[in-house]
């Protein structure tokens, strides 16, 4: 067997939350190649990663990528030497922490750039590294991980304004991935809201609703991301926005 016989994934921000549950369920998957990028290749986190269950013909390759540093993707690929395609590339790696959370009329310039380099130049930076092996897919696909946030038809009504340097930053993620899907007839390439998510990020978001801790559990999202990865068509699917919780299309 050889790597062109394996479908071939690549998930970023694989240390916790969405990105280690999406590698976890991925190995488990026969004939399946993941490519976990994390940001420091030496961590512990990394050791568990290498721990994880994989079904016959599985393989893990971890690689290092920084969000904020453009020049790590392509570093990152061109290590990857006995890789002819990928098939999936899931653009997880951002987050805002509690800096996402500063008010519209508080919030610096200078954390508002930091959020935006991780969560939309970032993906940016990755798109522009992959793409050459996107190619030499059958089917390839492009996800992108938003946020409800990021909608500017639902600002008012998901209250993101007091989100404003995360939903700046998701809402140009979402407009990158709108141009992926416009600029590659070939592709399908969609962004997911995955979901008030019980990680760190998504229960912190969730106390400052009033709530004790987000609704929805990792296993409900990632189960609901990978159905549609799996069914996802050009037709369909490609160029749009999904809430995978509620099954609905969110208005860009």
């Not at 079904?55 to 690689?63: E, I, N, P, T, Y």
């Not at 935006?116 to 492009?142: C, D, H, I, R």
């Not at 390439?189 to 987000?214: C, I, K, S, Y």
């Amino acid at each position: 067997m050889t790597i062109s016989d394996n479908t071939v994934v690549l998930v970023t921000g694989t240390s916790r939350g969405i990105g280690r549950t999406l590698v976890e369920t991925f190995l488990l998957r026969h004939k399946h190649t993941i490519i976990a990028s994390v940001r420091d290749t030496a961590a512990d986190y990394v050791k568990e990663l290498e721990s994880l269950p994989k079904a016959d013909g599985s393989r893990l390759q971890v690689v290092k990528i920084e969000s904020s540093n453009s020049a790590d993707p392509a570093a990152a690929i061109k290590t990857l030497t006995d890789v002819d395609h990928i098939d999936i590339v899931v653009a997880n790696a951002g987050g805002a922490g509690g800096n996402g959370m500063i008010p519209l009329e508080l919030v610096s310039s200078e954390i508002a750039k930091d959020i935006f380099t991780v969560n939309t130049l970032g993906p940016l930076a990755l798109y522009q590294a992959v793409k050459p092996l996107l190619e030499k897919s059958q089917a390839p696909k492009w996800v992108s991980i938003s946020s409800a946030a990021g909608s500017i038809g639902r600002l008012e009504v998901h209250q993101a304004h007091i989100v404003p340097a995360y939903g700046i930053a998701k809402a140009g993620l979402n407009w990158l991935t709108t141009a992926i899907h416009s600029a590659n007839k070939d592709f399908i390439a969609f962004a997911v809201h995955p979901g008030l998510v019980q990680t760190e990020d998504g229960n912190r978001g969730a106390r400052a609703m009033g709530l004790p801790e987000a609704p929805n559990t990792l296993r409900q999202s990632i189960d609901a991301i990978i159905s549609l990865i799996d069914k996802a068509s050009r037709e369909a699917t490609s160029g749009k926005f999904f809430d995978v919780i509620e099954g609905t299309e969110i208005p860009w």
